[in-house]
């Protein structure tokens, strides 16, 4: 009985001890890789269209990046384009691209998935992304290509050296902050543009009421106050000129004199212009033919030596140009009265 109640003791202390019971959970990773950006051009529609090898200011393009992604494009955080001058031109240089914009030389285009479409063009008004124009592909598929509708901002530098041009990379980024592969594109131009403003008075009409014989040097010579406005995004300079000016009555002209500083021959007239009511500066008006420059910009950008000169965007001029009208003493003709044009025009330089 002894060895009984050892064995049954044992059992009871062996059933005291607890079972034990196995637990698991599943592991599982997911590789996330950076899109790539497959292809990427400048385009003049925005299907696709013709590649735009030259842009001109004020004018709407079409920049398309199609984007790879393995994991779906839904792991896209932001595509971005940037284009930019180059003034060196040569081979491609990812150090060159710019980091932020610039009303003359850079304008960067992003799509971002929360925040939607913007640009950094500097602070411009006149670059603009046309976002009713723009397009984002499907992002649950594996491929697709954003459209960036751009307007190109009216003093974009225009190309007017040996090599310098405008250029272009596009890059994807996803959720992680991991880029891709980009892709870039050179060699594009822009070409020059300008605008240019006169006014004065009513009706932008200058009116004299003199006699024969006024010459330069008389108080009622001078017209001052004619203000001009140029924009450009290249060196420029702004010839002036007339005609033979027309009589009130039929076939009677005045004739334009440009060779003395006294017109003598009968029925001739001189002028003579300047940007300020300096007559000793002044040049004189000639036929377009002849005609000689009111201004000539720099050619060169002081605050970017090297560079292309160009205006800002609300451009630059003068409000005290000023006119000089001469006459000779022979006016054989009837009329009393003659009209023409002053033309102020601006050309590249």
């Known amino acids: 009985m002894k060895w009984l109640s050892i064995l049954v003791a044992l059992v009871l202390v062996l059933c005291l001890v607890p079972l034990a019971y196995g637990a698991e ?9 950076p899109p790539n950006v497959t292809e990427f051009n400048i385009y003049d529609a925005q299907e696709g269209g013709n590649v735009v090898v030259d842009m001109d200011p004020n004018r709407t393009y079409y920049a398309r990046a199609t984007v790879y992604s393995r994991n779906t494009l ?31 030389d850079c304008a960067i285009l992003t799509w971002d998935k929360t925040g939607g479409w913007s640009i950094d063009a500097g602070g411009s008004t006149k670059w603009a992304l046309v976002t009713d124009q723009c397009v984002v592909p499907n992002l649950s598929q594996q491929s697709g290509t954003w459209v960036f509708a751009f307007k190109v901002g009216n003093v974009a530098r225009a190309s007017v050296l040996n090599n310098d041009d405008w250029r272009g990379v596009a890059v994807a980024t996803n959720t992680k902050g991991k880029s891709g592969d980009a892709l870039n594109v050179t060699g594009k131009n822009m070409n020059f543009a300008s605008e240019i403003t006169v006014s004065y008075g009513q009706g932008n009409q200058v009116v004299w009421e003199v006699e024969p014989g006024l010459a330069f040097t008389d108080s009622d010579s001078q017209k001052t106050g004619i203000v ?29 004199d440009w ?19 300096t007559l000793d500066d002044a040049i004189r008006v000639a036929n377009e033919a002849n005609a000689d420059n009111l201004v000539v910009s720099p050619t060169e950008d002081p605050s970017k030596p090297g560079y292309p000169y160009a205006t800002d965007e609300d451009g630059e001029g003068s409000s005290t140009n000023t006119l000089w009208l001469a006459l000779s003493e022979n006016w054989t003709n009837e009329s009393v009265e003659y009209t023409g044009d002053i033309t102020f025009n601006l050309t590249n330089q």
Do not use: C, R
């Not at 959970?25 to 890789?33: L, M, Q, Y």
């Not at 001739?268 to 212009?273: Q, R």
């Open 25 to 33: 959970v599943t592991g599982k990773f997911t590789i996330v890789k």
């Open 74 to 104: 839904n792991t896209v955080q932001t595509v971005k384009v940037t284009l930019f001058y180059d003034v060196n031109g040569g081979s491609w240089d990812p150090n060159e691209v710019p980091t932020s914009g610039d009303l003359h």
């Open 228 to 256: 001009t406005t140029y924009i450009a995004n290249g060196p420029y300079t702004v010839p002036v000129w007339t005609t033979d000016w027309t009589g009130d009555v039929q076939g009677d002209l005045a004739i334009l």
């Open 259 to 277: 060779s003395e500083e006294q017109p003598s021959g009968d029925n001739e007239f001189g002028l003579k212009a300047w940007v300020s009511p």
